[in-house]
Nanobody, 117 residues
Framework: QVQVVESGGGLVQPGGSLRLSCAAS????????MAWYRQPPGKQRELVAA???????NYADSVKGRFTISRDNAKNTVYLQMNSLKPEDTAVYYC???????????WGKGTLVTVSS
Protein backbone atom coordinates (compact mmCIF):
# COMPACT_ATOMS: atom_id res chain seq x y z
CA GLN A 1 0.00 0.00 0.00
CA VAL A 2 1.56 3.25 -1.15
CA GLN A 3 1.47 6.11 1.33
CA VAL A 4 2.35 9.80 1.04
CA VAL A 5 3.15 12.13 3.92
CA GLU A 6 3.31 15.90 3.63
CA SER A 7 5.43 18.25 5.74
CA GLY A 8 6.59 21.85 5.78
CA GLY A 9 3.40 23.80 6.31
CA GLY A 10 3.10 26.66 8.78
CA LEU A 11 2.49 30.35 9.27
CA VAL A 12 4.27 32.81 6.99
CA GLN A 13 3.93 36.52 6.33
CA PRO A 14 2.77 37.83 2.94
CA GLY A 15 5.70 37.91 0.55
CA GLY A 16 7.44 35.08 2.35
CA SER A 17 8.43 31.60 1.24
CA LEU A 18 7.81 28.02 2.30
CA ARG A 19 8.86 24.66 0.94
CA LEU A 20 6.52 21.72 1.24
CA SER A 21 7.77 18.15 1.03
CA CYS A 22 5.91 14.95 0.28
CA ALA A 23 7.56 11.62 0.97
CA ALA A 24 6.09 8.60 -0.79
CA SER A 25 6.57 4.89 -0.32
CA UNK A 26 6.79 2.41 -3.15
CA UNK A 27 9.52 1.01 -5.34
CA UNK A 28 8.33 2.66 -8.56
CA UNK A 29 8.03 6.23 -7.28
CA UNK A 30 9.82 7.44 -10.40
CA UNK A 31 6.82 6.33 -12.49
CA UNK A 32 4.20 8.16 -10.41
CA UNK A 33 2.67 11.44 -11.43
CA MET A 34 2.93 13.58 -8.31
CA ALA A 35 0.76 16.60 -7.65
CA TRP A 36 -0.03 19.21 -5.04
CA TYR A 37 -3.61 20.27 -4.48
CA ARG A 38 -4.98 22.78 -2.01
CA GLN A 39 -8.28 23.46 -0.33
CA PRO A 40 -8.82 27.01 0.95
CA PRO A 41 -11.25 27.50 3.83
CA GLY A 42 -14.83 27.05 2.60
CA LYS A 43 -13.77 26.24 -0.96
CA GLN A 44 -13.24 23.19 -3.12
CA ARG A 45 -9.96 21.40 -3.56
CA GLU A 46 -7.98 22.62 -6.58
CA LEU A 47 -4.88 21.54 -8.45
CA VAL A 48 -1.81 23.65 -7.69
CA ALA A 49 0.96 21.88 -9.58
CA ALA A 50 1.84 18.49 -11.02
CA UNK A 51 4.95 16.73 -12.27
CA UNK A 52 4.97 13.51 -14.25
CA UNK A 53 7.56 10.80 -14.59
CA UNK A 54 9.10 12.61 -17.52
CA UNK A 55 9.58 15.75 -15.38
CA UNK A 56 6.98 17.71 -17.31
CA UNK A 57 5.16 20.15 -15.07
CA ASN A 58 1.97 22.14 -15.08
CA TYR A 59 0.70 24.84 -12.75
CA ALA A 60 -2.49 26.63 -11.85
CA ASP A 61 -2.54 30.11 -13.35
CA SER A 62 -2.75 31.61 -9.87
CA VAL A 63 0.68 30.24 -8.87
CA LYS A 64 2.66 30.43 -12.12
CA GLY A 65 5.92 32.26 -11.61
CA ARG A 66 5.70 31.93 -7.81
CA PHE A 67 5.57 28.18 -7.11
CA THR A 68 7.90 25.45 -8.37
CA ILE A 69 7.27 21.73 -8.18
CA SER A 70 10.21 19.33 -8.32
CA ARG A 71 10.98 15.73 -7.48
CA ASP A 72 13.92 13.71 -6.20
CA ASN A 73 13.41 10.12 -7.28
CA ALA A 74 16.37 8.94 -5.19
CA LYS A 75 14.56 10.18 -2.08
CA ASN A 76 11.02 9.30 -3.19
CA THR A 77 10.11 12.90 -2.49
CA VAL A 78 8.33 15.72 -4.27
CA TYR A 79 8.66 19.35 -3.28
CA LEU A 80 6.65 22.52 -3.70
CA GLN A 81 8.69 25.70 -3.37
CA MET A 82 6.32 28.58 -2.71
CA ASN A 83 7.59 32.15 -3.05
CA SER A 84 5.89 35.54 -2.88
CA LEU A 85 3.10 34.03 -0.84
CA LYS A 86 -0.23 35.83 -0.66
CA PRO A 87 -3.06 35.59 1.88
CA GLU A 88 -5.14 33.85 -0.79
CA ASP A 89 -2.61 31.00 -0.80
CA THR A 90 -3.87 30.06 2.67
CA ALA A 91 -5.14 26.48 2.45
CA VAL A 92 -4.59 22.90 3.42
CA TYR A 93 -2.13 21.53 0.88
CA TYR A 94 -2.46 17.88 -0.14
CA CYS A 95 -0.01 15.62 -1.92
CA UNK A 96 -1.31 13.16 -4.51
CA UNK A 97 0.41 10.19 -6.10
CA UNK A 98 -1.13 8.78 -9.25
CA UNK A 99 -0.28 5.93 -11.57
CA UNK A 100 -2.41 4.47 -14.36
CA UNK A 101 0.16 1.67 -14.65
CA UNK A 102 -0.78 0.22 -11.26
CA UNK A 103 -4.25 1.80 -10.97
CA UNK A 104 -3.25 3.95 -8.02
CA UNK A 105 -4.47 7.27 -6.67
CA UNK A 106 -3.27 8.07 -3.16
CA TRP A 107 -3.74 11.18 -1.03
CA GLY A 108 -1.91 12.48 2.00
CA LYS A 109 -3.60 13.95 5.06
CA GLY A 110 -2.57 17.49 4.19
CA THR A 111 -0.49 20.25 5.71
CA LEU A 112 -1.83 23.69 6.61
CA VAL A 113 -0.28 26.81 5.10
CA THR A 114 -1.39 30.11 6.57
CA VAL A 115 -0.28 33.38 4.99
CA SER A 116 -1.00 36.24 7.34
CA SER A 117 0.64 39.25 8.92
Amino acid sequence: QVQVVESGGGLVQPGGSLRLSCAASGSIFRLYTMAWYRQPPGKQRELVAAINSGISTNYADSVKGRFTISRDNAKNTVYLQMNSLKPEDTAVYYCNAHSDLVAMDVWGKGTLVTVSS
